[in-house]
């Protein structure tokens, strides 16, 4: 949605003329049932026929305001759920079929008998996000509410819930961060084969954690378009066990991803010139070569992280920054990163490719 306005309908004319035009109040909450379900949030963006809604949960709602029935507002300021009411809707979900385990930042429904090891591994990846970025002097915000891990115990319960959810996923899947309900589904790759172990999802977990952590503490805006590059790149980036677990392997080889690093390699005899530019400006090379676009994004990100810390956290709060639900056109996203990183993309192209050889 690229634009939005005040919507003053009957249904939700007294929530929303309370809290009018000014930007502070922006914040409100208000409880309606749409759709047969009871819904409590803050309104993010809406027009005469769309309404986006930040649940307490953190899910995204999306709905026609028409549709909404005893609207009433239950709070001036957003408040997420605490540890103890997401638990309890989570319980309502999925009963006693999981257990769930709670940590400083993180619920995770999980198989019964698998302790607390996989809410563990879930906050130590969230812990090495944060220290990551604050060591380079990014700022950070708290999550506005805990942040949910689902692990269901086979890769069949796993893709019975995506299709469930409405979602088609490939079959080589082994887990995903789903913006809209901002949770991390993934399963158990050790179940029912004793020759894996947890780590044969480790880089998943990695992966889709890093992508929830990034949209919930203000690395990227979850409600906004982020280039596809950038997201991606810095998933892949803390793959390498140099980046997510820097103290025991402290050296740029160890920040390696070694994955990546292989197809990027193998990329260099069909590379066009102006690639570099190109990743900035759109997103196309993700529907075209994804493997290729997710190597070129993975080698930028290592790039621009190790050489040019401080413009990369530049650009990334003018990035998050960005107005909700707006669209980002080429021209823009090129002079976002101009204006971080210069306007010469030949020169700084060959400097990436350059840094990119002598890698070892």
């Not at 309404?51 to 029935?69: N, T, V």
């Not at 469930?164 to 901002?182: F, I, M, R, V």
């Amino acid at each position: 949605m690229r634009s939005v306005r005040p919507l003053l309908k009957p249904l939700l004319t007294i929530v929303l003329l309370s809290c009018a035009v000014p930007a502070a109040a922006v914040d409100f909450m208000f409880r309606a049932t749409v759709d047969g379900e009871k819904i409590e949030g803050k309104p993010l963006a809406w027009t005469d026929s769309q309404m986006y809604l930040l649940g307490r949960d953190g899910r995204l709602h999306s709905f026609d305001p028409q549709e909404a029935k005893d609207a009433n507002k239950t709070s001036p300021t957003f408040v997420g759920f605490t540890f103890p009411e997401m638990r309890r809707e989570l319980y309502r979900e999925f009963g006693d079929s999981m257990q769930i385990t709670t940590t400083k930042h993180y619920i995770v429904v999980h198989p019964r008998g698998s302790s607390g090891e996989w809410a563990k591994r879930f906050e130590d990846l969230y812990s090495s996000c944060l220290a990551y970025f604050r060591v380079r002097g990014f700022s950070l915000a708290d999550p506005k509410f805990p942040m949910v891990g689902i692990v269901y115990r086979n890769r069949d319960a796993y893709y019975k819930a995506a299709s469930a959810n409405g979602k088609d996923l490939p079959s080589n899947t082994l887990g995903h961060y789903e913006n809209k309900s901002n949770r991390v589904q993934l399963f158990d790759a050790s179940t029912g084969n004793d020759k894996r172990d947890w780590s044969d999802t480790a880089d998943t977990i990695i992966h889709e954690a890093t992508h929830q952590t990034a949209f919930n503490v203000g690395i990227h805006n979850r409600f906004a378009d982020q280039p596809q590059w950038l997201v991606e790149g810095l998933a892949t980036m803390f793959e390498a066990r140099g980046v997510w677990n820097s103290q025991s392997y402290p050296a740029l080889h160890d920040r390696i991803n070694l994955a990546r690093w292989t197809d990027f390699k193998a990329g260099l005899k069909d590379r066009k010139p102006g690639t570099f530019g190109n990743m900035i400006a759109s997103d196309k090379l993700f529907d075209t070569d994804p493997p290729g676009a997710y190597a070129e994004a993975w080698a930028m990100m290592l790039f621009l992280c190790e050489t040019r810390p401080h413009q990369l956290a530049q650009y990334l709060e003018k990035t998050a920054a960005r107005a909700d639900f707006s669209s980002y056109f080429a021209a823009e996203r090129v002079s976002d990163f101009a204006e971080c990183f210069g306007s010469d993309f030949k020169i700084l192209e060959a400097n990436f490719l350059s840094w990119m050889a002598n890698l070892k």
